[in-house]
């Protein structure tokens, strides 16, 4: 059971290149959620999930975009990177709100 | 609005008792969790409370008061593991069950011998 799988662990980026955060969840849940975490900001919600086709922003979405074609995937796209965009980027997944979410290992991004 | 406030650090001796509090001010509430976060990697869950009163498990114990929209974490028989960041996050309720999440900043605690 490898639960909530991100990829890739650390990525440098230049501004202006685009790239995928990749999240696969093997656990079926329908709840998916992408957090960013800057030093000593917490976590911020970018988007979220709650089942296959359907997404919506969070607090801090400009920049970047989701899809939800499966339960499993839940992949965050970066268009236009910028140096605000370093960031350590979480994709969690939970079955209800009780549970709690599980989290993947997080993907750090620097942007140079 | 939405605001959680958690103190940034803490201090601890090995053994010994802490507290960590949390007070929240939310337009929707519908539970609040607490997560533990090492240096470095993802958080992980520690405890859940959507009704008034103290939910333990094992060391750790976690208490709710709606009312006064306020929380806190126990850690009992401190170890030197338990040297991380402590998440307090309230789950956002609109009309509909989305299950977001809104985190505090977290409390840094450091276990010293």
Redesign the interface.
Known sequence: NAGVTQTPKFRILKIGQSMTLQCTQDMNHNYMYWYRQDPGMGLKLIYYSVGAGITDKGEVPNGYNVSRSTTEDFPLRLELAAPSQTSVYFCASTRTGGDGYTFGSGTRLTVV | GQNIDQP?EMTATEGAIVQINCTYQTSGF??L?W?QQHAG?????LS?N?LDGLEEKGRFSSFLSRSKGYSYLLLKELQMKDSASY?C?V?DYHGG??????????TLLAVQP
């Open positions: 940034t519908n539970g969790f997560y990697e993802a958080p992980t869950f859940y959507v998440l996050a789950r069950a989305t299950n977001k999440l809104i985190f505090g900043t977290g």
